[in-house]
């Protein structure tokens, strides 16, 4: 036989005898697919992120401002929040002065005020006001254009109200209402349509200002030359609350996910460096002397936070040189955060090691498991654009938390007691995973 297919047949028979290597070869590109298509809403009926949180505060005792918290409600990419949680369980309606707190503590990253003065009396035009904490621009950019969509497609009828408010304040009620008797026969001559129910359209604040087209007599929502138009009679006090002093933003809302994937890789090498020490006879030699297993394991653990701090902070300092990221003021919490991370990522190394029977199906396993948590810890995408149960399984991940970190270090210049809940879930997810790993390892063919 040629020698060429016998060593084609060699390397097949290899691998098919490592079930794992065959199962991972399918799995990842499998699984990768069907994140993705979820993420992205593939063949979904309603394409586009959902359940974002939205907090709304209604400050406003007119008619509309109900009317467009129903239409924010309507709108499937938002999660409307118009209630605060007391610690007995009990609830009210949020107020302004809760959003700060709340922003800060990652409860929601948006909001939006409808003020009392929403249909301004000394002049034409409507007044909003908008809260948010642009932490992920993806995210940011999405819901101001889905927020401005759901707002300009009510604004019509707020500004006819204005518009209705500021005529009576020159004419008078009773001079208005001729006004708009003789404005709804006017057009019921030129145009035709009931001149009671064009008025009685007026009165409530629709000058025309849009189209009843639609077959369930919602408004369409206004065109794009409309929508300029709109922009500058809207005034909206846009109030960021959370990263005003933040240099160079995108590249820190970025560096952390890139860091932590990097680590990720990086330790999970050194872990499974562990079957190459197996394999040239390393673990006999030592543990002929005064040492055990656990001792090998505990410092291979200390090796890799040790290198994983290392690493993270040459990745942020190469964000500082390179993009102006400002690690400087927030060195200490940085350091801090780092080594929970590393410790995080080292007990995740360990644990492919102590699940792996062999180094191909470990760097496979690694691969695998890499990919799916940057996927669904927001290291690629934000979490909010998930579907819900993929949000929920994302802050069982370790790269959830420590972005989550390095986002409340970087950006939001987060106290050590603002920061200690980060640090306690990586410090619960790395025991819990060390001490896996280590029964495991006590129970498995390595150290033989």
């Given amino acids: 036989m040629n020698p060429i297919l016998v060593l084609l047949r060699k390397d097949f028979a290899h691998f098919l005898s490592d079930r794992t290597a065959i199962a991972l070869t399918f799995m990842v590109p499998f699984a990768m697919i069907y994140l993705f298509g979820q993420i992205f809403h593939v063949n979904s009926k309603d394409p586009g992120p959902s359940g974002i949180p939205v907090a709304v505060v209604n400050q406003s005792d007119n008619p509309a401002a109900a009317k467009l918290i129903d239409a924010l409600m309507a709108e499937k990419s938002f999660r409307i929040l118009t209630k605060f949680v007391n610690p007995d369980k009990t609830t009210r309606p949020l107020a302004e002065g809760d959003l700060r707190p709340l922003m800060r503590a990652d409860e929601f990253r948006f909001a939006l005020i409808i003020p009392k003065d929403l249909v301004r009396t000394d002049d034409i035009g409507v007044h909003l006001k908008i809260y948010s904490n642009p932490r992920n621009e993806i995210e940011s950019e999405t819901v101001n254009g889905l927020l401005q969509k759901t707002l300009f497609s009510n604004v019509p009828e707020l500004l006819g109200q204005s518009l209705e408010a500021r005529s009576k304040a020159y004419l008078g009620d009773k001079r208005f209402d001729q006004f708009n008797t003789s404005m709804a026969s006017a057009v019921a001559d030129a145009f035709g349509g009931d001149r009671n129910r064009i008025k009685a359209r007026m009165e409530n604040g629709n000058f025309a200002l849009r189209r009843l087209d639609n077959d369930d007599g919602a408004p369409d929502a206004p065109s794009s030359g409309m929508r300029d138009a709109l922009t500058r009679i809207v005034k909206v006090d846009n109030i960021q609350v959370v990263g005003n002093d933040v240099r160079s933003p995108a590249a820190t809302q970025l560096v952390g996910g890139w860091a932590i994937q990097f680590l990720l890789f990086a330790l999970t090498a050194s872990a499974t460096g562990l079957f190459a020490e197996k394999e040239i006879g390393i673990f006999d030699r030592v543990l002929s002397g005064p040492v055990t297993r656990g001792d090998i394991l505990w410092s291979k653990f200390l090796y890799g936070i040790c290198l994983g701090l290392i690493q993270l902070l040459v990745l942020f300092l190469a964000g500082q040189l390179l993009y102006g990221i400002d690690i400087s003021g927030q060195a200490v919490r940085l350091v801090i955060v780092c080594v929970f991370a590393a410790a995080a990522c080292t007990s995740f190394g360990m644990l492919i090691a102590a699940l792996s029977p062999t180094a191909e199906s470990a760097r496979g396993l690694s691969t695998f498991a890499i990919l799916l948590m940057s996927a669904i810890g927001g290291a690629w995408f934000p979490v909010s654009f998930m579907p819900e149960i993929i949000q929920k399984f994302s802050k069982l991940t370790l790269v959830y938390w420590s972005i989550e970190g390095f986002s409340q270090v970087l950006w939001a210049h987060a106290t050590l007691a603002e920061l200690l809940p980060t ?26």
Avoid: P
Avoid at 431 to 442: A, E, P
């Fill in 423 to 448: 640090l306690g879930y990586l410090a619960l997810i790395t025991t819990i995973v060390m001490g896996f790993s280590v029964w495991r390892f006590s129970r498995g063919k390595i150290f033989d």
